[in-house]
Structure formats: structure tokens, C-alpha cells
């Protein structure tokens, strides 16, 4: 089945500068690809998603970026503000379930001001 | 319109009781999945449901049962509770295959098995 590495697992930044979370899969046959946002306490909201006939997809300050030949994607935050701080997680479809996403193990991303 | 909600927020078992909890969406979505939350663990499928009256097993199905006897309604099960299975538990819903359409999240239950 799908296997999803995210890294880092925890990512610092100043308000104001980017911020860059990086994940890989294993199953080639996978085609879609999104990223959550859960804040504390709370469920894991979608952000932003790509699917893998497109490379790259922007939707204000977030961008996400899809490589299928490296099997990897990556999600980019520009101008980060501290309500930015975050769990973000990213997944990828399991054909083999159908139905399910296998997700990264999350990344926390605190911006200090 | 609530979206996803679940029942009970929280929650404190012995070892070898039993619980049900409970998740209702009011958007009509055919799919419905069970998912825990553990640290450093990410996200992990329990079980799904691709409609009413079905269910299927996901990543770690075992300890648990679930159902889905009304579209709106997916209970999950904990028949004999063990400590393991302390963990934050968050339900999802899509309208299509989730992996290929956004899916919904609760608000998630925490549980612990003392």
C-alpha cells in the first residue's frame, strides 16, 4: 500500500518569511494529493490539494507543488503570520483502499513574531 | 448546517469496558471513515464506510467494530477497551471517493483507557 514520509516534523520561522513542507510516496499510481491544517484542539481542516495531472497550484499565500517522477510534493507558505502556527499533514490517495488517504505524520510549524 | 459533528468530546474508560461513539454529518455525504490520532503518528484510517449499510476496514481495524445504519450516522466501537487504544478519535465525510474529494473532519473525541 501508499506509504507518505513528511518532513520536517517540527519548522520555526520568523513572521514574514516562508516556510517549506516536504513529503514523498511510494505508489506511483496514486493521484491526488492534499494538505490539512489542524490547529489545536481542533480536526484537521483541508487547505489545499493538487491533483497529478497539474504541477503546481496557488491559492493566495499557499502554493503546493507535485514532482510524479521523484514522487514528491511539497507545500509553501509565503508571508507566514503567527496565526499560520499550525499541525499541517499531508496525504495521498490509496488506490489499493479506494477510497482512503494515507496521511504524513505532520509537521508543527510555529511562527514567532 | 454543523458539518461534522461527534459524541462525546471526551471520554475516561476502565480497561474492558465498552463504548460507542458516535458521528453525525448533515451534508448528505455518501463516505464516511473513523480515524485516530496519535502523537508522532499522524493520522490512521480505522474503518470507512462507502455508503449506507456498508462498512470496510482500514489501516488498524483491530478492537473496533463500526456501523452505518442511517447515511447521516457511523458509530464506532470499542467492545473491550484496552490502554492501547487511548488516542484522539476524529471522523470524516466526503461526498466522493475520499481519494479524490475533500474530506470533512469532526472536532474529535479524546479517549483514554485507564
Known amino acids: 500500500g501508499e506509504n507518505v514520509e513528511q518532513h520536517p516534523s517540527t519548522l520555526s520561522v520568523q513572521e514574514g518569511d516562508s516556510a517549506v513542507i516536504k513529503c514523498t510516496y511510494s505508489?506511483?499510481?496514486?493521484?491526488?494529493f492534499p494538505w490539512y491544517k489542524q490547529e489545536l484542539g481542533k480536526g484537521p481542516q483541508l487547505i489545499i490539494d493538487i491533483r497529478s495531472n497539474v504541477g503546481e497550484k496557488k491559492d493566495q499565500r499557499i502554493a503546493v507543488t507535485l514532482n510524479k517522477t521523484a514522487k514528491h510534493f511539497s507545500l509553501h507558505i509565503t508571508e507566514t503570520q503567527p496565526e499560520d502556527s499550525a499541525v499541517y499533514f499531508c496525504?495521498?490517495?490509496?488506490?489499493?483502499?479506494?477510497?482512503?488517504?494515507?496521511f504524513g505524520k505532520g509537521t508543527t510549524l510555529s511562527v514567532s513574531s | 448546517n454543523a458539518g461534522v459533528t461527534q459524541t462525546p468530546k471526551f471520554r475516561v474508560l476502565k480497561t474492558g469496558q465498552s463504548m460507542t461513539l458516535l458521528c453525525a454529518q448533515d451534508?448528505?455525504?455518501?463516505?464516511m471513515y473513523w480515524y485516530r490520532q496519535d502523537p508522532g503518528m499522524g493520522l490512521r484510517l480505522i474503518h470507512y464506510?462507502?455508503?449506507?449499510?456498508?462498512?470496510a476496514k482500514g489501516e488498524v481495524p483491530d478492537g473496533y467494530n463500526v456501523s452505518r445504519l442511517k447515511k447521516q450516522n457511523f458509530l464506532l466501537g470499542l467492545e473491550s477497551a484496552a490502554p492501547s487504544q487511548t488516542s484522539v478519535y476524529f471522523c470524516a465525510s466526503s461526498s466522493t471517493s475520499g481519494s479524490g474529494d475533500t474530506q470533512y473532519f469532526g472536532p474529535g473525541t479524546r479517549l483514554t483507557v485507564l
Open positions: 496525504a495521498a490517495s490509496d488506490n489499493q483502499a479506494g477510497t482512503a488517504l494515507i
Open positions: 451534508m448528505n455525504h455518501e463516505y
Open positions: 464506510s462507502v455508503g449506507e449499510g456498508t462498512t
Open positions: 505508489d506511483s499510481a496514486s493521484n491526488y
